[in-house]
């Protein structure tokens, strides 16, 4: 059995999912199952993946078609494919270099036994090995690594994008979230919610997972908040809990209430982590949601 899953959520990519899987072929250790979810693509990724198939690759592709159902939805889907310990999340326009499986499996087994030890994480790079921002990590040069939540990412300077080797368990135990009616909700809400029950992971740089973001990608669609107000509420309502200092709590709470304005979902205000500081600060989150509805009718 394969010691990896490498999952790939993917949406009418094929024209960048070869990149991918060439990437793939490349590694100097084959250790690894491909898992392809594809969110009901109406272009010809099934045929493109099933020549794959085909193929004597090294390593097994799992390919999964589910109806339109969002990004989310996707990556559980390719969750519950998986046959290994781990799992690994690739973006239909990303790739890896040649090393990077040989390269996580030491790093795993150092984990393996610990104690609330959810996986590893490691930066992203440009592809000229540049980090995605311009300040470097603070990672113990002796060790090679920081043990830190999630949330604390930003103490090591390490709120940038960065990929994740995650326990399969763990990932069945914490579903990525959404709204039921929408298609997207930021995948940090299923780290976080990790990092809430003092799961840690252990953080490391390496040129090894090259991002090159499309103009068609969720990363530059300022339409996402829009198509998925209450995705984002659901993420500042557990920033209530993240943050728990007063400024932050009202930061936090009038954005939520902001985006259940938006979204006419204001029952949601109901289910606040911080219920008196949603109704302290709620004069300002339906004048800052009336805006909202203003920048939404915009775009």
């Known amino acids: 059995m394969s010691r990896i899953s490498i999952l790939t959520a993917t949406y009418n990519r094929h024209h960048t999912l070869g990149k991918v899987f060439?990437?793939?072929?490349?590694?100097?250790?084959?250790?690894?199952?491909?898992?392809?979810s594809d969110d009901g693509s109406t272009d010809n990724t099934e045929e493109l993946v099933k020549s794959w198939q085909k193929l004597d690759n090294g390593f097994d592709i799992i390919y999964s078609k589910l109806p339109h159902v969002g990004f989310p939805r996707a990556l559980n889907n390719g969750v519950n494919h998986s046959n290994t310990r781990w799992i690994m999340m690739l973006d239909s326009d990303d790739y890896l270099l040649p090393q990077t499986i040989k390269t996580l499996l030491p790093w795993l087994d150092e984990i393996v036994g610990m104690e609330k030890m959810a996986g590893i994480g490691v930066t992203r790079t440009h592809p000229d090995g540049s980090f995605?921002?311009?300040?470097?990590?603070l990672i113990n040069p002796e060790l090679g690594y920081v043990d830190a939540t999630n949330s604390d990412r930003a103490l090591y300077h390490l709120d940038m994008d960065c990929f994740e080797v995650i326990r399969t368990s763990l990932l069945k135990e914490y579903p990525f979230q959404y709204w039921p009616t929408e298609e997207y909700a930021p995948p940090a809400l299923n780290y976080n919610a990790m990092a809430l029950d003092g799961w840690k992971i252990r953080w490391r740089t390496g040129h090894f997972y090259i991002c090159e973001y499309l103009t068609d990608g969720l990363t530059k669609s300022n339409i996402k908040v829009k198509k998925n107000p209450m995705g984002y509420a659901m993420m500042y309502n557990q920033d209530l809990l993240r943050f728990p200092n007063f400024k932050s709590r009202c930061y936090n709470a009038i954005q939520m209430t902001a985006l259940c304005i938006a979204a006419g979902h204001w029952g949601y205000l109901?289910?606040?982590?911080?219920?008196?500081?949603?109704?302290?600060?709620l004069p300002l989150g339906i004048v800052w949601g009336i805006r909202r509805k203003l920048q939404f009718a915009k775009m």
């Open 270 to 281: 109901l289910k606040s982590n911080a219920l008196f500081v949603t109704a302290l600060t």
């Open 22 to 36: 060439e990437s793939l072929l490349a590694q100097t250790c084959k250790d690894f199952e491909w898992i392809i």
């Open 132 to 137: 995605m921002k311009k300040q470097a990590p």
